[in-house]
């Protein structure tokens, strides 16, 4: 019932930006954590930020000063504002989010993934 879908990547070139959504949808009671994760070819799949109910925020160090997450709670949505991308930043983003759903269970969700590719 409960799902996540990203959107907003895309095709830019070093030094541009883009902004990744990311909306729950279903019978959702609330949503505690949210965050965001990539995986690049070849490479395991790491953590790039992530954000509390209450707004608390935590960074990959590699994008420290550049990404921003945020979250629009009445909407159910968590946004990254990517910003001075660098080619090392091309992966498949995707979204995680812990949510209690109408029968009160708290199971951790997965968007399909949402693909960024920085050129140089």
């Known amino acids: 019932q409960v799902q996540l879908v990203e959107s907003g990547g895309g095709l830019v070139q070093a030094g541009g930006s883009l902004r990744l959504s990311c909306a729950a949808s279903g019978i959702i009671f609330s949503i505690n954590a949210m965050g965001w994760y990539r995986q690049a070819p070849g490479k395991q799949r790491e953590l790039v930020a992530t954000?509390?109910?209450?707004?608390?925020?935590n960074y990959a160090d590699s994008v420290k000063g550049r990404f921003t997450i945020s979250r629009d709670n009445a909407k159910n949505t968590v946004y990254l504002q990517m910003n001075s991308l660098k080619p090392e930043d091309t992966a498949v983003y995707y979204c995680?989010?812990?949510?209690?759903?109408?029968?009160?269970?708290?199971?951790?969700?997965w968007g399909q993934g949402t693909q960024v590719t920085v050129s140089s």
């Open positions: 954000i509390t109910s209450g707004g608390t925020t």
């Open positions: 995680n989010a812990e949510i209690v759903d109408y029968r009160l269970t708290l199971l951790g969700y």
